[in-house]
């Protein structure tokens, strides 16, 4: 009796991952990505695209409360002039400072302003999309995926980092018109393939040809992905270029180094290689005296 509960136990303990795996959500397919390797640049027309797709479609339920319109002319971001910067800014309207009466009216945003959240609170947002959508800023380093062995071996010589991103594009295209037979999605959720658990609250927010690009570039729901996806990679690591070029030039500094103290050690060590019997241990009365 107890050795056929023991292999009941067994075979559904080894039933078990196979039926998670049916419900499990697929990896991200990986992309080619500008800012990708050790030598990695951003794409300032994807980053100016991807912007573009933020301010015209996601910006209506998701902010940016960590990104400063100034650092859209900061060098390794998206390269806009500060002029263009300031215009930008001055398109949106934030909490000005309180007057002398202690009323806080909006005022025209500037170059030292951050990009205004759409909600007043979490509750509102709640209220309006029975989930709050998260705040952006970080989100391309806040969401990942497992990698899972021997995936993660071979990211740590191919410098694989952008797990964030991938994610994002394909959560941003993994959408389903209906869920797959058999699968119930709670009131006001969407079926994505790429979402864990798959019911999102977020309905699909792009389509194609809603975003119109001025530089020729696919206005398709892939391409639209990308481009804010890489943006938001931007948003929570604005200094990736510099980053990746110090590392650069410290791993040349180091190997310059390593030859210098090699050349050095065999200098200091010259005399003991060419006299080693110098090296013997003399008996204490041999030792000068002064
Ligand atoms: C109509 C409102 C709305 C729009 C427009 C919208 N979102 Fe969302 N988004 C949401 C809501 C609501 C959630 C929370 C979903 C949940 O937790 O089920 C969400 C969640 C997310 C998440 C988090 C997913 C996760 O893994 O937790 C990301 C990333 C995201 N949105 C990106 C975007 C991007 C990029 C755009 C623009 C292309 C966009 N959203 C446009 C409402 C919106």
């Known amino acids: 009796m107890a050795a056929a509960r023991t292999i009941l136990a067994l075979a559904v303990s080894l039933a078990a991952p196979a039926l998670a795996q049916e419900q499990e959500t697929p990896a991200p397919p990986m992309n080619k990505w500008s800012f990708a390797g050790p030598f990695g640049k951003y794409d300032r027309a994807q980053l100016q695209r991807g912007l573009k797709v933020y301010r015209e479609v996601c910006q209506v339920c998701h902010g940016l409360k ?17 002029a263009q910067a300031t215009a930008i800014a ?16 909006d005022r025209p945003g500037r170059l030292a302003d951050v990009f205004p959240t759409p ?23 806040a969401r990942g995926y497992e990698r899972g062995f021997p995936r993660w071996v ?64 696919p206005m398709t729901v892939e391409q639209y992905a990308k481009d804010i996806s890489a943006f938001l990679m931007w948003t929570a690591e604005p200094h990736l270029e510099a980053r990746k070029r110090v590392g650069m030039q410290v791993f040349i500094f180091l190997i310059v180094l390593a030859g210098l103290l090699y050349f050095t050690k065999k200098k200091v060590w010259h005399e003991v290689e060419l006299h080693p019997e110098k090296l013997k241990p003399r008996p204490p009365s041999e030792y000068p005296r002064a």
Do not use: C, W
């Not at 001055?90 to 009216?105: I, L, R, S, T």
């Not at 909600?119 to 380093?141: C, E, H």
């Open 119 to 141: 909600f007043p609170n979490d509750q509102a947002a709640r209220a309006r999309y029975n989930a709050v959508p998260p705040d952006l800023s970080v989100i391309a380093k």
């Open 66 to 82: 960590l990104v400063a319109f100034r650092t859209l002319a900061d060098p390794g971001g998206p390269g806009f002039t500060i």
């Open 90 to 105: 001055a398109e949106y309207q934030v909490k000005g400072e309180p007057d002398d009466q202690g009323e806080v009216k």
């Open 154 to 217: 071979g990211d740590i010589f191919t410098q694989y980092q952008e797990q964030g991103v991938d994610y994002l594009t394909a959560l941003l295209h993994g959408y389903r018109d209906s869920p797959p037979a058999g699968v119930t999605l709670p009131p006001g959720n969407f079926y994505n393939e790429y979402f864990p658990g798959h019911a999102i609250a977020m309905p699909p927010p792009l389509t194609d040809k809603r975003v119109d690009y001025t530089d020729g570039a």
